[in-house]
């Protein structure tokens, strides 16, 4: 008999069993498809006033055979949570995935959240497993992304060119920092994360815009801090010293092999300069500067996206997966 149970983030063995599954999970995709232990046994308990998750186990007897999680967002789009199921490859087709979402579903339904969203990976163009599961439970497909993975070599390979390609338009600054923005910009940085969900397109996905004031930008930096995450950022001042853009390549000191990209908006006001890609090569020399053992750089973003599909495809990005954005609305 599989019981489905909650698990407490800070009980450390039942974190682990929980990470195995997932870990043997998702070990058929390429790239880094799971956080390193070291990762989320410290990310995973960690307070955050910003997002609530909640664990949940399927253990037959004393073996965990599926792993569940729940994230919703605390300070904006209250209807909305995720939703991520995952079976042990020795035990699918068992009904123990159906179980997990439908029991992150009451969770998510018993905080008052009408819009589950999820994720299924895919390899490039193709079908599998988690779309089938997905239709199964009843999820649309809200938005077709490309998850891109770019190394080293590569990049290294066109850098110059690259760099003589999108240099820094006149008048324009750009400068880079380790996660904590500069107090003189933090205000201005803040409105330009203000239209992050509207410029970034989204598909179906239901999401709405958040105001960041100072406070929450620099709670949100002390909580990457001490999970021991480098958001290593570039941030481009227009003539008169606004945020007109930024970029950022995420690294975390559990894994310094393996970098990702956050977040990349250049304000509409500014666009059309090649402020992007200058802000990604910023972005990227940081990081190679940073970890010398760094091997390769992932991203993801919408197949619609063309302007920053051009942009990743200039730095050497290639495609590895389809992701799929699933929506369904309880
Ligand atoms: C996707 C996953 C969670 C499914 O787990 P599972 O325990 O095998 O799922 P279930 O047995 O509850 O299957 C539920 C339904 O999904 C569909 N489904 C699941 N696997 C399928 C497959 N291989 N082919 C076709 N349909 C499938 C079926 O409709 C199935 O119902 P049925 O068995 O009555 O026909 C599991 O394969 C997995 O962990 N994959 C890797 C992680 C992942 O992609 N998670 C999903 C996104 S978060």
Not at 175 to 198: N, Q
Not at 273 to 287: P, Q
Request: charged content about 25%; aromatic content about 6%; proline content about 6%.
């Amino acid at each position: 008999m599989v019981d489905i149970e909650q698990i407490n983030p800070r009980n450390q063995a039942a974190l682990r069993a929980w990470w195995e599954v997932g870990h043997a999970a998702t070990a058929y995709r390429p790239g880094k498809p799971w956080p390193v232990w070291e990762q989320s046994r410290v990310a995973l308990p960690a307070d955050n006033p910003e997002r609530g998750i909640t664990l949940i186990g399927a253990i037959d007897g004393r073996e965990m055979v599926g792993a569940g999680l729940l994230t919703r967002t605390l300070r904006d789009n209250l209807h909305s949570a995720m939703a991520f199921a995952y079976t042990r490859p020795d035990r699918v087709r068992e009904g123990i995935g159906r179980r997990l979402v439908e029991e992150l579903e009451v969770v998510a339904a018993g905080d008052g959240r009408t819009t589950v969203q999820s994720e299924a990976y895919l390899p490039p163009g193709g079908s599998g497993v988690p779309e089938a599961f997905a239709a199964a439970m009843g999820y649309d497909v809200a938005s077709r992304e490309s998850i891109k993975e770019l190394t080293l070599g590569d990049y290294l390979a066109r850098r110059e060119a690259l760099a003589a390609e999108a240099p820094v338009p006149d008048g324009y600054r750009v400068i880079t920092y380790d996660t904590v923005c500069p107090e003189e910009h933090l205000e201005s940085f803040g409105r330009l994360l203000g239209m992050l969900m509207t410029e970034v397109p989204l598909g179906e996905l239901d999401l709405e815009d958040s105001e960041w004031g100072p406070e929450r930008i620099r709670d949100a930096e002390q909580r990457q801090v001490a999970i021991g995450r480098h958001v290593q950022t570039a941030m481009a001042l227009a003539p008169d010293g606004s945020v007109a853009g930024v970029s950022d390549v995420r690294v975390d000191d559990s894994d310094p092999t393996y970098g990702q990209v956050g977040i990349t908006l250049v304000d509409p006001v500014h666009r059309g300069r090649r402020l992007g890609l200058a802000l990604k090569v910023a972005t990227h020399d940081l990081a190679v500067a940073a970890y010398p053992e760094l091997v390769s750089v992932d991203t993801s973003n919408a197949e619609v996206n063309t302007w920053m599909n051009a942009v990743n495809d200039a730095l050497g990005y290639r495609t590895i997966e389809t992701l799929l954005e699933l929506q369904k609305k309880l």
